[in-house]
């Protein structure tokens, strides 16, 4: 029911000139920072360089696998698939993600040929446009943000109906987190291009016809070049080629989704509600900051690695903005939003985030689970139940 009536409606935000307040002072004070220090926000020298190492780590993998040295032995050739795999990941951590967001370069030109760096790791880089742009605009919001449809898989949040199978979620997420890039190879490009006529809250959707030549195109390359090419010209096993195939996706599968619902389903994030006229009763950049939470910010390895996305909060406010700058310009966020009383959320570790999101999964698991909507001056940690 509740499902129908945000899916009828235009979901808006609606803020108060209170609100607004803080977002004119938080944007001008990164502007600040940009203007002091003569940078652009787009991407640096070291961003270009990072982007290199990963296309570069992609052919050396690839090249590995199909000079047939590692067919001999099962276990390396199956090391070696999985490592293409995160070479996937890294390409789309470092170049993709914020291409879609047109952060990389001042031309759009530039942003979307990196953006088709999605389409060559085998997944529509148009619709990733589309379903990410979405769910930036909604984060949370049951209905339509797209990450939170997983046909009754999961229940992330209480406004999900219940179902029996919930009860084990946070054990069987390891299982189902690494295959959803598997299924997203595999069916979801085709479900959501031939399925569905709706994303998020973009209603009768029609997509280019272009972007269908373009989806069987990149569709296959990437079947030729990871199962095919392998299948005629490697020495293993049919079988064994099949195997390897299925593992460029478990891991990296498991990491990619880890990462991204690590920052906005955990034990202090809220799932606000849209009222009977569409109306979201809030600012968007505090609609943020009480949907979505760091981790590991001080890392730098590990923001390196996953491309910022660990830097969470300020890459919704700001999406326009490249990843590299999100470690100094995040205490400006942490300050502005301590001048305004207003809470931010992050986690010191990797393991903690982890925790978080098992012991939310956990709590949702009931079927009375009881989760604030919005931020209460005393709400700023969930009762468990
Ligand atoms: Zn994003």
Redesign the pocket.
Known sequence: MLQKTISEKRVKFRSTPQKDEFIKVLRKNINNYFKENNISKHANTELWLKIAVAYLFWISIYSLIMSDWLSDNPILLIVGFSLLGFANIFITFSSV?DS??DAISPKKWVNQLLARGMDFVGASSYLLRQM?GE??KWVNIHGIDVTLETHGLFRFTPHQPWKPLHKFQHIYIPFLYSMAQLQWIIFKDFKWFFGESHIGNIKNIKHPISEYFILFLSKGLYYTLTLVLPLIFLSASWWLILIGWVSIHILSGLTFALVFQCTHICDGTTYPMPDEEGNIENNYALHVLATTADFSRESRIGTWLIGGINIHVI??IF?EICHVHYPKITPILIQTAKEFGIEYMEFKTFGQAFRNHIKMLRHLSNREANVPMYKTENASTIQMA
Request: aromatic letters at 0%; glycine letters at 0%; hydrophobic letters at 10%.
């Open positions: 993600h879609v967001h990410h769910h930036h890459h919704h999406p």
